[in-house]
């Protein structure tokens, strides 16, 4: 995992990155970024605001932030980052902010491309003519298509505080068990 950091001293107004920070932004390590230069790689819109609005609540209100944002590198690529800020104050004011900077692109793509992999089987699974269940290995519903709601009368709902044994006959759901189990 990529994982630089930063510190941004309030007193002097300076920004420091750890190379592995500078290798995200694809920048080499003599740029002296600014925290406007800084903010300015967060992709225009939603990105940007939210690091200004939490950068400036964690330097004037001791406020530390948490956020998964999109940035534009020096190469126009857009990449999925982790900033993590930590406020430190000196008699309640803040003086200094020290975060973790994490490229966590790949995982965040990954997460939608499941997201959507699931989805898409959903839409299919919902769109089957035939009867499809999911149990537990007790038979314990856990969810049902809309042709299963058809079939066996209940809706998903009512589906899921029952067993298959409550709803088909015993001699088939000892088969269906045993197929499962095997």
């Given at each position: 995992a990529k994982v630089g950091g930063?510190?941004?001293?309030?007193?002097?107004?300076?920004?420091?990155?750890?190379?592995?920070?500078?290798?995200?932004?694809?920048?080499?390590?003599?740029?002296?970024?600014t925290p406007g230069q800084g903010i300015?790689?967060?992709?225009?819109?939603?990105?940007r605001e939210k690091i200004s609005r939490v950068f400036t609540a964690?330097?004037?209100?001791g406020k530390p932030f948490d956020e998964e944002l999109i940035i534009l590198t020096t190469t126009g690529k857009e990449k999925w980052?982790?900033?993590?800020?930590?406020?430190?104050?000196d008699n309640g004011k803040c003086i200094k902010v020290t975060g973790v900077f994490q490229d966590i692109d790949d995982q965040k793509k990954a997460r939608e491309a499941l997201?959507?992999?699931e989805q898409t089987l959903k839409t299919y699974i919902d769109a089957s003519p035939l009867g499809i269940f999911v149990a537990d290995l007790k038979g314990q519903y856990l969810d049902a298509n809309k042709a299963g709601e058809i079939l066996t009368g209940y809706?998903?709902?009512?589906?899921?505080?029952?067993?298959?044994?409550d709803v088909f006959d015993q001699k088939h759901?000892?088969?269906?068990?045993s197929i499962v189990q095997s």
């Amino acid at each position: 995992a990529k994982v630089g950091g930063w510190e941004y001293d309030v007193l002097n107004d300076e920004l420091r990155w750890t190379q592995v920070t500078y290798d995200i932004h694809e920048l080499s390590g003599d740029f002296v970024p600014t925290p406007g230069q800084g903010i300015s790689f967060y992709k225009e819109g939603e990105s940007r605001e939210k690091i200004s609005r939490v950068f400036t609540a964690a330097v004037q209100e001791g406020k530390p932030f948490d956020e998964e944002l999109i940035i534009l590198t020096t190469t126009g690529k857009e990449k999925w980052v982790r900033a993590i800020a930590e406020p430190v104050l000196d008699n309640g004011k803040c003086i200094k902010v020290t975060g973790v900077f994490q490229d966590i692109d790949d995982q965040k793509k990954a997460r939608e491309a499941l997201k959507t992999s699931e989805q898409t089987l959903k839409t299919y699974i919902d769109a089957s003519p035939l009867g499809i269940f999911v149990a537990d290995l007790k038979g314990q519903y856990l969810d049902a298509n809309k042709a299963g709601e058809i079939l066996t009368g209940y809706s998903c709902h009512d589906l899921l505080s029952l067993t298959i044994a409550d709803v088909f006959d015993q001699k088939h759901v000892e088969k269906g068990l045993s197929i499962v189990q095997s």
